[in-house]
T-cell receptor
Framework: KAGVTQTPRYLIKTRGQQVTLSCSPI?????VSWYQQTPGQGLQFLFE???????NKGNFPGRFSGRQFSNSRSEMNVSTLELGDSALYLC????????????FGAGSRLTVL | TQLLEQSPQFLSIQEGENLTVYCNSSSVFSSLQWYRQEPGEGPVLLVT?????EVKKLKRLTFQFGDARKDSSLHITAAQPGDTGLYLCAGLPRAYNTDKLIFGTGTRLQVFP
């Protein structure tokens, strides 16, 4: 079956702009988690959605938001982009909530100029 | 301060050598997972260890969970260029009453032919 699909794979934005990233989980998976990966901080948890509800949220400012649709697809949005938001944004899906087996997508690499 | 510290941070070895990667914490974990992330891809789950003292083998990879469930190690025998990648440990810290995975700082392994 198809894996976790993230789009776009690469994008370049400038400071102050906003960006929306998309994640399609594995069919049948209802939980979607988002992580930010940077060389300095590693993998940092952003948020988790299950059945269209945010279950967990990491320590990121309110500029970072997300949502999940009824088909389990998820989007995350970052508004008023800063240089420090440059990172690889990873989405992971699992059948249930919490730390089940996570299947990651290939990520969306965001560069903020 | 990172909850899960991995060492070494970088490792560059020749094909055929053995190596060990460590994942340490001062906190007790309910379980620990190991992931490998190749360039341009998301992390892929290798193994989950649950019981203190548990040892799991995956071909040339041996994973061990510490007796006190505060640390874990990954030993690779006769490393091959295909083992190249970023190795991440991740776990559920019991004291934090959370069901979201905490990721380690990562070990970047390069195996030269």
């Amino acid at each position: 079956k198809a894996g976790v699909t993230q789009t776009p794979r690469y994008l370049i934005k400038t400071r102050g702009q906003q960006v929306t990233l998309s994640c399609s989980p594995i069919s049948g998976h209802r939980s979607v988690s988002w992580y930010q990966q940077t060389p300095g901080q590693g993998l940092q948890f952003l948020f988790e959605y299950f059945s269209e509800t945010q279950r967990n949220k990491g320590n990121f400012p309110g500029r970072f938001s997300g949502r999940q649709f009824s088909n389990s697809r998820s989007e995350m949005n970052v508004s008023t982009l800063e240089l420090g938001d440059s990172a690889l944004y990873l989405c992971a899906s699992s059948q249930g909530t919490g730390a089940n087996v996570l299947t990651f997508g290939a990520g969306s690499r965001l560069t903020v100029l | 301060t990172q909850l899960l510290e991995q060492s070494p941070q970088f490792l560059s070895i020749q094909e055929g050598e053995n190596l060990t990667v460590y994942c340490n914490s001062s906190s007790v974990f309910s379980s620990l997972q190991w992931y490998r992330q190749e360039p341009g891809e998301g992390p892929v789950l290798l193994v989950t260890v649950v019981t203190g003292g548990e040892v799991k083998k995956l071909k040339r990879l041996t994973f061990q969970f510490g007796d006190a469930r505060k640390d874990s190690s990954l030993h690779i025998t006769a490393a091959q260029p295909g083992d190249t990648g970023l190795y991440l440990c991740a776990g559920l810290p019991r004291a934090y009453n959370t069901d979201k995975l905490i990721f380690g700082t990562g070990t970047r392994l390069q195996v030269f032919p």
